[in-house]
């Protein structure tokens, strides 16, 4: 079995995707683009794509691929994201000059950046590459910030753990494939819909789960492209397959331009 | 009058700034925090600053800090989003072997580096501040995608206009000031709430516009810092100060954790 995952190996993706599929082989895509098309290919049998962090939202291209492309979401889990200092070895912490990371990494760790402030934060295209790159090239003023299980990949040493400012620190992560059968004890529904431009169509959209006390554990919206100012949303609902679902559905069909259900799937505890 | 923006001289927000307040002094911030902490200081007596882009999405950096800190959105404005690739001067198309930008304007301008398969994209912290650092270092095989204003702030040469993939690609800014004080005409509220974590409060939520026939123009989630799955909502609501807004404010006080109003200001044409 073959699990495609955005960036280098070593990057939360991969522990994410050996979370759900133990054993599997992990392919790294150097783009979110080519995971959905190593699907469509049938490179890979499955995919383990983050779609939210705690801290930083949404993570809009994914939210987009899931709606635009025929996936289907299998299971989610929620993985906590702890941020290490990494460095080739034989650097010492004094000799570092400038870290590379993912912006959002650099982000989330900020009060380090405070602390060190002869160390100059270095934007770099993946947490897991910028371990590779410094490792590779034997950079002694240089290291990266990422997962200890980058390090491990590539031969790093961690010269400090958990960088991270905040340790209410995790992404949310889903599995996706290619078939829409859904498992047993599926009793979540993330979905998409498209609303018309009229008056209080959000609200009579949401009136057809609240109607039926069905509940929602989220709501995002995402700019639809080539119509500015105009939305679509994705709501994730804490039902499955059963007949309040069903009918909701419909209803909801009804009311929005499109729907589009992303998948059904058993809920993280 | 001093304006801040995020990032260098020559950046969209910089040319937002002086549609706001034509002639004023534009002061250039490394960070959105700084500017947020350079009004507070009184060092500038307003900002610019970018809340949602129609391809990208949200900027949750912003709608986090205007949130956070004491400060009045006084107008809005949408900046059409035009992206070039500049170099420094001699410097020919086929010279260019990487080009420098902020991530999202290298992920704007896709199809050109799929024509240019030899030319790699290099994400930079800022799109002028990528032209800044091409024609100050003189560099020949090095371009950067940025506003037309930033080559001419630098001295950076146009070598190929419209690089963007789409044409309807638009970001809106906000005038944020210190003061709470709004002006006439002002006929747009943007406001912040978050919500207890009770079945159907976000259908509760709406329905204190819906049942007033207040319509709502974009509604944003994002997740609250220290309370991981818990969300907070922006809603921009197409009425002023007047009492239907006022009730439906008091009724949302009821519903609502708390409740910001973020500003009162005319809505852009």
Chains 1, 2 share one sequence.
């Not at 280098?8 to 993706?13: Q, R």
């Not at 397959?241 to 505890?269: H, S, T, W």
Request: hydrophobic share 45%.
């Amino acid at each position: 079995m073959r699990i495609a995952i955005q960036g280098e190996l070593g990057a939360f993706s991969h522990q994410a995707a050996l979370h759900f599929l133990p054993g599997a082989q992990v392919v790294a895509c150097a783009t979110s683009v080519q995971v959905f098309d190593a699907l469509d290919s049938r490179h890979v049998q499955a995919a383990a794509i983050p779609v939210e962090n705690t801290l930083a939202g949404p993570v809009g291209e994914h939210l987009d691929l899931l709606m635009e492309r025929e996936v289907f979401v299998h299971a989610e889990m929620r993985l906590r994201i702890q941020h290490n200092l990494i460095a080739a070895p034989g650097t010492k912490l004094r000799d570092v000059r400038q870290v590379l990371s993912h912006p959002v990494a650099l982000d989330q760790c900020r009060n380090f950046f405070r602390r060190h402030r002869r160390i100059v934060p270095v934007p770099f295209y993946d947490t897991a590459g910028s371990v590779k790159h410094v490792v590779a090239g034997k950079l002694h003023d240089t290291a990266a910030i990422a997962s200890r299980q980058a390090g491990q990949e590539y031969g790093g040493k961690v010269l400090l753990p958990a960088l991270e400012d905040d340790k209410q620190n995790f992404t949310r992560f889903f599995l996706i494939k290619k078939s829409k059968k859904s498992g047993l004890q599926a009793d979540k529904t993330s979905l998409a819909f498209g609303l018309k431009n009229v008056s209080g169509a959000l609200f009579k959209a949401l009136s057809v789960f609240a109607l039926r006390d069905l509940d929602l554990s989220k709501i995002e919206s995402r700019p639809v492209r080539g119509k500015p100012w105009e939305y679509c949303f994705f709501v994730d609902v804490l039902s499955g397959d059963d007949q309040a679902m069903c009918l909701a559905l419909n209803q909801l069909e009804e009311i929005a331009g499109f729907v589009k259900v992303l998948g059904i799937y058993p809920r993280a505890k």
